[in-house]
């Protein structure tokens, strides 16, 4: 009999497996097609154990729908662009493309052995010429539809990078690569018209069912429609009036002030005429724009000096201030404070020594608003003391719903909807990207590209010795002609935004080799993607942008109107966790090990004891990481999916163990000891066959639901009991290597290696990736015989299994025949039998 050898299984049924061309994906009429696609990873360089458990999930999928008779497209991509690679030139020399397509190397030949089902001839990285000149061809579409538009904005700027950073890209008011603080500054930008389809975007959210709810939560709440009243307030001076948006006009008697922001007209004129302004909105704008750094940076404030009217009491004069806290890109720049009921308003009003006037109170509790301002849900019922509509007892939206009325019908307001959502800009000071593929001209002004001179390529001979985008100083490439007139003209220097390659991939997918961005009739096929698995990280920008990204495309003629909508279903993985092994340095600070380094607790080398901190995320700065490529040369790449597939369901985060890979290895050798055992077997059928065969059909019930409904850990939990009872068994050799073929193909997506050899093994036709799934007989998971206890004065002592319809008097004489009933009586009559059916037999002797 031989051993169970993972690395010589698992080598040799990839080779066949290539060979074969099984996972090559073909559009067919004769077949369905199911599309599953896992977030495409970045080419850090070196896979993880969290690559291994969202790829083998994915895997499971694509591999059970194959065996169900689908034309399966499972491709596998590289989103390439990004700030990393230019920062490891910087920091190591070379050139990002070299560091870039090295680390692809390296994390393919890292997956492959993995034996993933995969169709690696569709594979491309977003930085491929092939790819972004699609993309180029895509944004010109966009452009010409109407769909993007240049302006200018403030955004947040990196100073030690130079360049713009997404809001996401702002950690604690700090870039996230550079560390940098993050200023405000107002560059001519790019942006794609999102915000057009605010409604569409929310409304088809109640048709995304296979999406797990809080990710359209946080979608629906990222989009942020609300009703509120749009007013102004007239300026003493007589001036142009300042207009507000607010979405709770119901405090309007607890006003403070009037707050502008930095960026409103009336500050930059104001900066023009006077050095203090100046001095002040310089100072706001080193600040970052993202809601994190406005509600932990410290509140800034500038009177102006200017006094507007209430409009409710002409008398009643409010300050205008400048104020670092309010944007420019929501509303109207401007607002009405209102610090009782706004805690940011609060904080500022106190520190400059404004009014704080409560407009409202808890129903039970009439204390003043001192350091805390009180801000109920607007569900809840609070008691008025100031309000002009005449309210006592209301909610918040009863009062919002009725001051808009009471404005409205007054003629100084209106309702207006407005949405969070700002239009999406794609403009990046970097090298590394997307050219943007138009051109400046002085004669024509902004020239889209032609079509036949993409792809615009980047330059390869750049050096990042200075800071900054190299494309602003490469005047080969940077200075061209003007594709209208001719005349010299210069490039456009900014590239696109790093979500604009993954808002599409999923579409190139379907024809990665085609010519234009996509082919209609293979997107026809293919599309939608009907099981989309990724990371909770991308639950609102990648795909809201995608969601996006799939409608412009249906409006350019690139993707059918069925795809607008391009996940059918989502599935977020939890993350891969290990205990943290630290010890501490002379000035206490934390020295972190790899676990390999420890063992019982303790430092090899010097026997030292380290602190554990448990089941924290894998983390190559906390150096609590698994090495994927180590655990498959030591056990196999089918114990490595097997273990995390099995050992917490696949949603929650799961922790990797020594001691589970070790046991989910010793667990698939004894499958492969057992399954040696039957195939040399030539027992003869008898009484226990059927038993076996019935628990075969529940199992394939089992395991197919579990696989279905990503209970992948249920599913196996049911294999190791279906092993447990395929070894017990007596039935007859023919039984049981039906029995251990049906085990192995329930086990193909998890351990396909392993069950290929099993089922050769055993006699399989072909490739047990190829054979039929097996489909339970539902008349073999009804069983027709039950297990019933006998109690002998009271003490349960034997147990014998009858039909379940068998007569009382039968059961009494099947029971009353048994060793250990003959044993009691000891060849006397029973005092009294008494059946209860389907239960027990109780015997009193």
């Given at each position: 009999m031989?051993?169970y ?10 080779e066949?497996?290539d060979k074969?061309?099984i996972?090559?994906?073909?559009r ?5 097609k199911?599309y ?11 896979i993880?154990?969290g690559h291994?458990?969202?790829y083998?999930m994915?895997d499971v ?7 169900t008779?689908?034309?399966?497209l499972?491709p596998?991509?590289w989103?390439?662009?990004?700030m990393?690679a230019?920062n ?7 050139h990002?493309?070299?560091w870039t397509y090295?680390?692809?190397?390296d994390?393919?030949?890292?997956m492959k052995?993995l034996g993933l ?5 569709r594979?491309f990285?977003?930085?491929d010429?092939?790819?972004y000149g ?6 010109l579409?966009?452009?010409d539809a ?5 302006k ?5 700027w990196d100073?030690v990078?130079?360049?713009?950073l ?7 008011g700090?870039?996230w690569?550079?560390?940098a603080?993050v200023?405000?500054?107002e560059?001519?930008?790019?942006f794609f018209?999102?915000?057009e ?8 959210l109640d048709?995304?069912?296979?999406w797990p709810?809080?990710v359209?939560?946080?979608q ?14 007239e300026?003493?001076d007589?001036s142009?009036?300042?207009?507000v948006?607010t979405?709770?006009?119901?405090t ?13 007209p009336i500050a930059?004129q104001?900066e023009?005429e ?7 909105v310089?100072?706001?704008?080193k600040?970052?724009t993202t809601e994190e750094a406005?509600?932990?940076g410290?509140k800034l404030?500038f009177?102006?000096g200017?006094r507007?009217?209430h409009?409710?009491d002409p ?7 400048i ?6 890109d ?5 607002i009405?404070a209102?610090?009782a009921?706004d805690q ?6 106190r520190?400059?020594?404004l009014?704080v ?5 808890a129903?039970?509790d ?5 350091k805390?301002a009180?801000?109920p ?8 003391v100031n ?7 209301a909610?918040?939206q009863?009062?919002i719903?009725?001051?808009i009325?009471?404005a409205?019908?007054?003629g100084?307001?209106k309702?207006v909807?407005k949405?969070r959502?700002?239009d999406?800009g794609?403009?990046r000071?970097r090298y590394w990207?997307c ?5 400046h001209c002085?004669?024509c ?5 032609k079509?036949e001179?993409?792809?615009?390529r980047l ?7 200075k ?5 602003d100083?490469h005047?080969?490439?940077r200075?061209?002609?003007?594709p209208?007139?001719g005349k ?10 790093t979500?604009?390659?993954s ?8 024809a990665?080799?085609t010519?234009?961005p996509?082919d209609l009739a293979?997107?026809e096929?293919w599309?939608?993607v009907?099981q989309y698995?990724?990371?909770?990280e991308?639950?609102?920008l990648?795909l809201?942008?995608?969601?996006f990204?799939?409608r412009a495309?249906?409006l350019t003629?690139h993707?059918p109107?069925?795809a607008i909508e ?5 599935f977020?993985q939890?993350?891969v966790?290990h205990?943290?092994?630290q ?6 600070r934390?020295?972190y090990?790899?676990?390999?380094e420890?063992e019982?607790g303790k430092?090899?080398a010097?026997?030292?004891p380290v602190?554990i901190?448990?089941s924290a995320k894998?983390?190559?700065?906390k150096?609590n990481?698994?090495d ?9 790449a ?8 099995s ?12 001691a589970?890979?070790?046991a989910?290895?010793k667990?698939?050798?004894?499958v492969h000891?057992?399954v040696?055992?039957i ?8 009484a226990?066959d059927?038993?076996l065969l019935?628990e075969m059909h529940k199992?394939i019930?089992?395991?197919?639901g579990g ?8 599913s ?6 279906f ?10 050799a023919q039984?049981?290597r039906q029995?251990a ?14 069950s290929?050899?099993?089922w ?6 072909g490739?047990?990736?190829?054979a ?7 008349s ?20 014998i299994?009858v039909a379940?319809d068998?007569d009382k008097?039968?059961?009494e004489?099947i ?17 009294k ?5 389907g ?6 002797v």
């Open positions: 031989s051993r050898s993972a690395n010589e299984i698992e080598a040799k049924w990839q066949a497996w074969a061309g996972f090559t994906a073909k067919t009429a004769d077949k369905p199911y599953v696609l896992e977030m495409f990873p970045y080419p850090s360089g070196r993880h154990m291994v458990r969202n083998t994915g999928i694509a591999r059970h729908k194959l065996s008779g689908h034309n399966v499972h596998m991509g989103d390439a662009f990004g990393p230019e490891a030139a910087m920091a190591i020399g070379g990002p493309k070299d090295g680390n692809i190397a994390m393919r030949a890292q052995p089902s995969i169709d690696w001839s594979e990285a977003t930085c010429p092939e790819y699609q993309q180029q061809a895509l944004f579409d966009m452009l109407g769909l993007v538009y240049r200018n904005a403030v955004v947040n100073p990078d130079m360049t713009v997404a809001n996401e890209q702002v950690e604690n700090r870039g690569r550079s560390g603080l200023e405000r500054r560059l001519t930008q790019w018209k999102i915000s389809f605010s409604e569409e975007l929310l409304d088809a048709t995304l069912e296979n709810a809080k359209r939560l946080m629906e709440n990222w989009i942020g429609k609300s009703r509120g009243l749009e007013f102004a307030f300026r003493t007589g142009a009036p300042i207009t948006y979405t709770r006009p119901d309007l008697l607890g006003a403070s002030f009037v707050g502008i922001s930095p960026d409103h930059k104001l023009a006077n050095p203090e302004v100046a001095e002040f310089s100072e706001c704008r600040g970052g406005i509600e932990t410290e404030g009177d102006t200017i507007v009217k409009p409710l008398n009643w004069e409010l300050p205008v201030w104020a670092n806290f309010i944007l420019m929501y509303g109207t720049g401007a009405f209102c610090p009921h940011r308003d609060l904080d500022f009003s520190k400059y020594d009014p006037i409560d407009t409202f109170f129903l039970d009439d204390t003043p608003v001192d805390i009180f801000v849900p607007k569900e809840q019922k609070v008691r008025w309000h002009f509509a005449g309210l006592t007892e909610t918040g009863e009062a719903d009725a001051t009325d009471f409205e019908q007054a100084w307001g309702g909807t949405y959502l700002r999406w794609l403009s000071q990207g050219p943007i593929p138009v051109v002085d004669d002004g902004v020239v889209p590209e079509k001179n993409l792809p615009i330059p390869d001979d750049v050096t990042f010795d800071p900054g985008n190299p494309l100083r005047p080969t490439w200075d061209c002609a003007c209208s007139c010299p003209a210069k490039r456009e220097t900014d590239t696109m935004d979500f604009v390659d808002s599409w991939y999923f579409a190139r997918f379907t990665p080799r010519e234009t996509t293979e997107a096929y599309m939608n009907d698995i990724g990371g909770i991308h639950a609102i990648h809201l942008y995608s969601r990204f799939a495309m249906h003629g993707l109107k069925k391009p996940f059918d279903a989502l977020t939890g993350m966790t205990e943290i092994y010890t501490r340095d002379d000035k206490g934390p020295v090990h790899l676990p390999e420890v019982d430092l090899k010097t026997g030292e602190e901190i448990p894998m983390s190559k700065s150096k990481v698994v994927p490529v180590s655990i498959i040369s030591a056990f196999g089918d114990t490595a999916r097997w273990f995390v597939l050992d917490s369901p696949p949603e929650r985060d799961v922790e990797w163990t020594a589970g890979a070790e989910a290895h667990h698939l050798s004894r000891r057992i040696s055992e195939a040399a077997s030539d027992a003869p059928a008898n226990e059927d038993a019935r199992t019930h089992d395991v197919t696989v279905e409904s990503f209970g992948f850990n249920a196996i939990a049911k294999l190791y009991a092993t447990n009872t395929l070894a017990k068994s007596k039935a007859g039984a049981k029995a073929k049906t085990l192995a193909q329930l086990m193909s997506p998890m351990t396909p290696h392993l290929e050899e099993l050769q093994m055993l006699g399989g036709e490739l047990v990736a190829l039929p799934w097996p489909v339970a007989d539902e073999m998971l009804v069983d027709d015989t039950v297990t019933l206890p006998i109690q002998i004065n009271g003490k349960r002592r034997a147990e299994s379940k068998l008097t039968q059961v004489k029971a009353l025949s048994t060793e250990a009933v003959q044993k009691a009586l000891d060849g006397a009559a029973p005092k039998v008494i059946v209860v059916p239960r027990i037999v109780n015997v009193v």
